[in-house]
């Protein structure tokens, strides 16, 4: 078969990456020092990998993350109330293999939603699928998903989803409608698939975040008893970081 008409093959049958391996080797003068298994072996792990990365990128797009973070960047100062064997544990993601929850609480800017986002992040690196929601802007998009009539498509993605990021719980206490919303995506996802929620209030405070005590009970029955538990303290990091640029640029003034 004529070199260039088999490039071509390979595109039209989009293995794009096998199809550059071969170009490349056609141009590299000692290839004919390789066997024809070694040369095929080089061609077929390029196409996987670059379906692999492909992948990857697909599925943190998707997860529509707020921040750039990853496990490896965590930050163990001591004060913030991180337990470093416990986040070392978690960064395998067995928790999602098993079908458990994280819930992560902390005042204002203690970095609960870069550990959750980091979270997810490690969860695309391993095959899963995720999803980052500010739960506010989540509960207004459900709502606007009804009058649309997208309700139904929008629960059914979340509840494929592997791990859902619940961000800001409780920043506004929900009505009936919203909490048995929250409860019905709750109820599809308990001992299936994964959540992440992310609060200033601690667990304890959570049954006021709901008007209807019944539902409270309800929701947080399916939140709390499945779920790891990171309780951080200390300064917000916020303001640790512009602590930080001031005194580099004061030294840099001297």
């Known amino acids: 078969m004529l070199r260039y008409p088999m490039l071509e093959q390979l595109r039209n049958l989009r293995l794009h990456a096998m199809a550059r391996c071969l170009e490349e080797q056609m141009n590299t003068e000692d290839i004919g020092s390789f066997s024809f298994e070694d040369r095929l072996g080089m061609m077929v792990d390029r196409e996987m990998v670059d379906r692999e990365n492909r992948r990857l990128s697909r599925r943190l797009s998707r997860a529509n993350l707020k921040v750039d973070a990853c496990m490896e960047d965590m930050d163990y100062r001591a004060g913030r109330g991180l337990d470093r064997s416990l986040?070392?544990?978690?960064?395998?993601?067995?928790?999602?293999?098993?079908?458990?929850?994280?819930?992560?609480?902390?005042?204002?800017?203690?970095?609960?939603?870069?550990?959750?986002?980091?979270?997810?992040?490690?969860?695309?690196?391993?095959?899963?699928?995720?999803?980052?929601?500010?739960?506010?802007?989540?509960?207004?998009?459900?709502?606007?998903?009804?009058?649309?009539?997208?309700?139904?498509?929008?629960?059914?993605?979340?509840?494929?989803?592997?791990?859902?990021?619940?961000?800001?719980?409780?920043?506004?206490?929900?009505?009936?409608?919203?909490?048995?919303?929250?409860?019905?995506?709750?109820?599809?996802?308990?001992?299936?698939?994964?959540?992440?929620?992310?609060?200033?209030?601690?667990?304890?405070?959570?049954?006021?975040t709901i008007k209807d005590p019944t539902l409270a009970d309800a929701v947080l029955d399916r939140l709390i008893h499945n779920s790891y538990r990171i309780d951080l303290k200390g300064d917000s990091m916020r303001k640790r970081t512009a602590v930080s640029l001031t005194e580099e640029s004061e030294d840099g003034q001297h």
């Not at 308990?190 to 601690?202: C, D, E, K, M, W």
Request: glycine share 8%; proline share 3%.
């Open 87 to 208: 986040m070392m544990s978690l960064a395998s993601c067995r928790w999602i293999h098993e079908r458990r929850g994280i819930l992560i609480t902390g005042p204002t800017g203690a970095g609960k939603t870069w550990i959750a986002c980091a979270m997810a992040h490690k969860a695309c690196l391993e095959g899963y699928t995720a999803l980052y929601k500010r739960l506010p802007a989540f509960l207004r998009e459900l709502d606007a998903a009804r009058d649309t009539g997208t309700y139904d498509k929008l629960m059914r993605t979340c509840g494929k989803t592997d791990l859902i990021v619940l961000d800001d719980w409780g920043l506004e206490r929900m009505n009936q409608r919203q909490g048995l919303t929250i409860l019905e995506l709750l109820e599809d996802r308990y001992n299936l698939r994964s959540t992440v929620v992310a609060s200033q209030i601690p667990p304890e405070k959570w049954h006021e």
